[in-house]
């Protein structure tokens, strides 16, 4: 996983909430068995329409997706995290996002940003009059930051430092693999097992 | 006495601190998982990550597969007729083969949707922790489990780990009090509680289902609405175990048996939230009140009782509610104040992991019994499991639903997410079994509404949306 540590770029409005996973990427697209070339199938029923705000020329060069409340709900589809990312996006902003998807999106690297409701009112007007806003999201200082607007955000300290690290959380749980093993010593004997087939 | 006083603890709190394998301060929980269902569409990039990393499945034991999201559910003895959809069910059967992994393919009599199978093996048992890539693994909590789904990086990691880096959620009581109305199903419940709490109602919460009318449901119906958790927000929702839940386990192929059988019990029966224990969030819902609900709009938070009428957007005070309810009417191109009960639906789809199980298939017979389905639709009867399909038939049900014009079809996800040819046509309408009403969810440009399998067997017959009493 690249590390994250600050990305500065251009914005993309989503003014919808709820914005389903099933939406992100339909299930027709699920069927490949890589992680990359999704981009294709990124919001892939919404892209038909030239109005869509990903179809703008303005918007072409966003690296940030500026999204309603409830972002990434339904679907546990780690898919759509990819497809964001293969798009281009390194970055979400949304005042709610579903938690399989907030969970998806720390794994893979893509920095998923909570912020209320009302800044992000206040983003979206910034960049449909301005579409070259630059936008600043500074893991490290846990800000994001436009023109003369500075805010905090909040994440937990060991997301933040696994992020900017670009650590790989199988790797991480490989350092206390011997306490895994003794729990599974102490485990009940009546616990079920699929192996051997009965 | 000496030190604080112990709170009690809730369901949920009990079941996660027996799986916490390490807790460090300012870092997630290391939770031991019990049970990790697999499937073809999540897993092959986790494989994949496995191998470049040269690891192996800790557990295979602990394991186990089945072809559900993708399968055809015609001609299922012949070759997967799409070449795409054949490499991904074909890359599971090569990444189990060589992990070792046990696996329920096509054809296989315990083949079926995975969160059918898990119950009907007995796997899925009180107090465990189980996982799949599929956001409906939430169906589980019916037995008394925590159980939720997964991305595929989680599910990397479960394979090489048997465990998962996890803050604990907060807790919300979901109590249902009083008796449901005859035609009033688990289905409604859960459509009910969605409404009312909304999509994001339960982000960051484990739920527990809880009062008279919840003890009251059989095992299947309360997977209905542990199943639907999500829908909610929630990743995770359980009910305590009883001895519904314990005469239902009792016998399946992979339940404990004689002395384990005793140790297992006595276990099951400590699963209970404690009467001192304290819910971050209660919500109340009167049973009584209750009648058959259906959705009308594009997240299944938009759902109101069949009774009423396509609600007007201009009402809503809230604005981003009311933003969405416009542009899901203009979606399912519905008009304010139009009754339910005169929209004429193309399609009913009977099935999924929501209401696919043998008593969702009886409760929609016996309405069917006898009678045609109207000539205007089809009615898709997709088994949710090889095995539901063989005891439904052995039962006569296929006959019933063939002889009132139905398709009775092999198991799988089919149209609950239109993955396999099994689609909604652009502008078709659907009165669906399944979970998500979402825009294209069941075929690009297809109209979903959720319903519970009795107003589906209804609807079928009469053409429009419809409960049994309305026939």
């Known amino acids: 996983m690249d590390k994250f540590i600050r990305h500065t770029g251009s914005a993309v409005p989503l003014r919808r909430s709820n914005v389903d996973t099933d939406q992100i990427i339909p299930a027709v697209y699920l069927k490949r068995i890589t992680k990359s070339g999704f981009e294709d199938g990124l919001f892939a029923a919404w892209r038909n329409d030239p109005a869509f705000e990903l179809n703008q020329p303005q918007y072409k060069s966003a690296t940030i997706l500026v999204a309603g409340p409830d972002f990434g709900t339904g679907s546990s589809r780690e898919h759509a995290v990819w497809a964001l990312q293969n798009y281009g996006f390194k970055v979400v902003l949304s005042s709610r996002f579903a938690d399989i998807f907030r969970g998806n999106s720390q794994k893979a690297g893509l920095l998923t940003v909570i912020l209320p409701q009302e800044e992000i009112e206040k983003i979206w007007k910034e960049i449909e009059s301005k579409p070259e806003t630059s936008i600043t999201v500074d893991l490290q200082a846990k800000k994001v930051s436009y023109g003369s607007t500075s805010l905090d955000f909040v994440i937990d300290d060991y997301t933040r430092w696994r992020l900017m690290e670009g650590l790989d959380d199988i790797g991480l749980t490989f350092t206390k693999i011997d306490q895994v093993s003794s729990f599974e010593e102490k485990r009940a004997s009546f616990k079920p097992k699929t192996l051997p087939i009965r | ?471």
């Open chain 2, 1 to 471: 006495m000496k030190g604080k006083v112990e709170m009690g603890k809730t369901l949920a709190e009990k079941i996660w601190a027996e799986h916490v394998v390490s807790s460090t301060a300012g870092e997630p929980d290391l939770l031991y998982i019990d049970l990790h269902l697999i499937h073809e569409v999540t897993s092959p990039q986790a494989f994949d990550g496995l191998r470049l990393a040269n690891r192996k499945v800790r557990r295979p034991d602990l394991t186990i597969a089945t072809e559900d999201h993708n399968v055809p559910t015609l001609n299922i003895d012949k070759p997967i007729a799409d070449p795409v959809s054949k490499l991904q069910v074909d890359t599971l059967r090569k990444n189990c083969a060589e992990f070792g992994v046990r696996i329920h393919s096509l054809g296989d009599v315990e083949q079926g949707i995975v969160h059918v199978v898990g119950p009907q093996l007995g796997i899925t048992q009180p107090g465990m922790t189980i996982v799949c890539g599929d956001s409906h693994t939430s169906t589980h909590g019916a037995f008394g489990a925590l159980a939720f789904g997964i991305g595929t990086s989680e599910v990397e990691h479960v394979l090489a780990t048997q465990t998962l880096p996890l803050i604990r959620p907060k807790t919300m009581a979901i109590n249902v009090e009083g008796t449901l109305k005859p035609g009033v199903t688990s289905k409604d419940i859960i459509l009910a509680v969605i409404a009312k709490i909304g999509t994001g109602g339960g982000q960051g919460y484990i739920l527990e289902y809880r009062g008279s009318a919840i003890r009251a449901l059989s095992m299947e119906a309360r997977m209905t609405i542990c199943n639907m958790s999500i829908e909610a927000g929630a990743r995770a929702g359980l009910i305590a175990p009883d001895q519904t839940t314990f005469d239902y386990v009792k016998g399946k192929p992979h339940a404990p048996t004689g002395a384990d059988w005793d140790l297992a019990l006595a276990y099951w029966k400590t699963l209970v939230t404690d009467y001192d224990a304290k819910f971050d969030k209660e919500i109340n819902l009167n049973a009584d009140e209750l009648a058959p609900f259906v959705t009308w709009g594009t997240n299944p938070g938009q759902g109101l009782p069949l009774s009423a009428s396509v609600p007007n957007p201009a009402e809503i005070s809230n604005a981003e509610d009311r933003g969405a309810a416009e542009r899901a009417l203009e979606y399912m191109d519905l008009k304010p104040g139009t009754p339910l009960k005169s929209i004429r639906v193309d399609t009913v789809f009977l099935g999924s992991c929501t209401n696919g199980r043998i008593e969702d298939l009886r409760s929609a017979a016996e309405i069917i019994k006898g009678k045609k389905i109207a000539t205007s639709l089809r009615l898709l009867v997709v088994p949710g499991s090889a095995r539901v399909r063989l005891q439904a038939e052995s039962e006569g049900l296929d006959k019933i639903f063939l002889d009132a014009g139905a398709e009775w079809r092999s198991a799988g996800c089919s149209m609950c997410l239109g993955m396999n040819p099994d689609q909604l046509k652009p502008g078709e309408r659907a009165a669906s079994t399944s979970n998500r009403n979402f825009e294209g969810r069941q075929g690009k440009g297809g109209r979903t509404h959720l319903v519970s399998p009795l107003v589906a067997a209804a609807t079928a017959l009469k053409g429009t949306l419809a409960s049994p009493a309305d026939l």
